[in-house]
């Protein structure tokens, strides 16, 4: 079945720690690929996208990811990470007409 | 600034009370939809616009209707609404379809008692 996952619900680091947060995805053809943030009370906003090309994609807020196609993967990541990180950060699919979002992973930053 | 809004932020309402939460993008998106979130549940599609006149369901359109008479605005309408439709309601809009991304509006919260 096409789906998208994100093995992690939770995650807490410690501020300047380096974040990995995963997100596999699971459909024919390779997707057009995204992240999105989405603090308390707020709604989404695009950190980045991958459609074609350069496989490590650099996005807003000091966040990358890099899209392995052999694994499916299109983890974010980020060196250190700032307390205004805490948030909920969606992974998300478009093929075709369908946008599909993963189940999210809840950041949590310890000062 | 280019960006979708939604009208009301929150709303409270009772049981069986038509309603409707408007969204209007000034980016001469195509694509309009809109989304639910729920806890543990995530966020799911309730309906899609590709472009004016022309909607569809996505995977929970029950007890929702919505219409696209302009490229503006895609209003959503809850004819008679049910405490199961408590929920937080994004509107997005995308410049072609909806493998480009969506922009996102800034969430309705609605109440049904």
């Known amino acids: 079945a096409q789906s998208v996952t994100q093995p992690d619900i939770h995650i807490t680091v410690s501020e300047g720690a380096s974040l990995e947060l995963r997100c596999n995805y699971s459909y024919g053809a390779t997707p057009y690929l995204f992240w999105y943030v989405q603090s308390p009370g707020q709604g989404l906003q695009l950190l980045l996208k991958y459609f074609s090309g350069d496989t490590l994609v650099q996005g807003i807020k000091g966040f990358e990811a890099e899209f392995k196609r052999s694994q499916s993967s299109f983890n974010l990541r980020k060196p250190s990470v700032h307390w205004s990180d805490a948030a909920e950060y969606f992974c998300?699919?478009?093929?075709?007409?369908?946008?599909?979002f993963g189940p999210g992973t809840r950041l949590s930053v310890l000062p | 600034e280019a960006q979708v809004t939604q009208n009301p932020r929150y709303l409270i309402t009772v049981t069986g009370k038509k309603l409707t939460v408007t969204c209007s993008q000034n980016m001469n998106h195509e694509y309009m939809s809109w989304y639910r979130q729920d806890p543990g549940l995530g966020l799911r599609q309730i309906y899609y616009?590709?472009?004016?006149?022309?909607?569809d369901k996505g995977d929970v359109p029950e007890g929702y209707k919505v219409s696209r008479k302009e490229k503006r605005n895609f209003p959503l309408i809850l004819e008679s609404p049910s405490p199961n439709q408590t929920s937080l309601y994004f509107c997005?809009?995308?410049?072609?379809?909806?493998?480009?991304?969506?922009?996102f509006g800034s969430g309705t919260r609605l109440t049904v008692v």
């Open positions: 998300a699919v478009g093929v075709g007409q369908n946008f599909v």
């Open positions: 997005a809009s995308s410049p072609r379809d909806g493998a480009y991304g969506y922009t």
């Open positions: 616009s590709m472009n004016v006149e022309v909607t």
